[in-house]
């Protein structure tokens, strides 16, 4: 099970820190990725770490002033988020996908962030 949490209403240059708590499974064995979806706009996947933890990506969009990292215990995946603009309002999931699959298999329900001008 996946569940995100810590979003929130932030004005255009602020900061916010996502969380996305795991139970069920260990993270060792998954890739956790972090979607958004902007309303009236298709998912967009905006990072990812590996099972490992030693490799992260990020969508170009977010590249620079998103950050995503593993807590020590291996139950968290963050998302630190700075210098938002209103562009990054969205509903954000996280998700993850068993090491070997080429999909994201497990869902978290959404945590709306809202970048107000």
């Known amino acids: 099970q996946l569940q995100a949490c810590g979003g929130g209403l932030v004005q255009t240059g602020g900061s916010l820190t996502l969380s996305c708590r795991i139970s069920g499974f260990t993270l060792e064995s998954y890739t956790i990725g972090w979607f958004r979806q902007a309303p009236g706009k298709e998912y967009e996947g905006i990072s990812c770490v590996s099972a490992s933890g030693t490799v992260t990506t990020y969508a170009d969009s977010v590249k620079g002033r998103f950050t995503i990292s593993k807590d020590n215990a291996g139950t968290t995946v963050y998302l630190q988020m700075h210098s938002l603009k209103p562009e990054d309002t969205a509903v954000y999931y996280c998700?993850?996908?068993?090491?070997?699959?080429?999909?994201?298999?497990?869902w978290g329900r959404g945590t709306l962030v809202t970048v107000s001008s």
């Open positions: 998700a993850a996908s068993p090491v070997g699959s080429a999909s994201y298999d497990y």
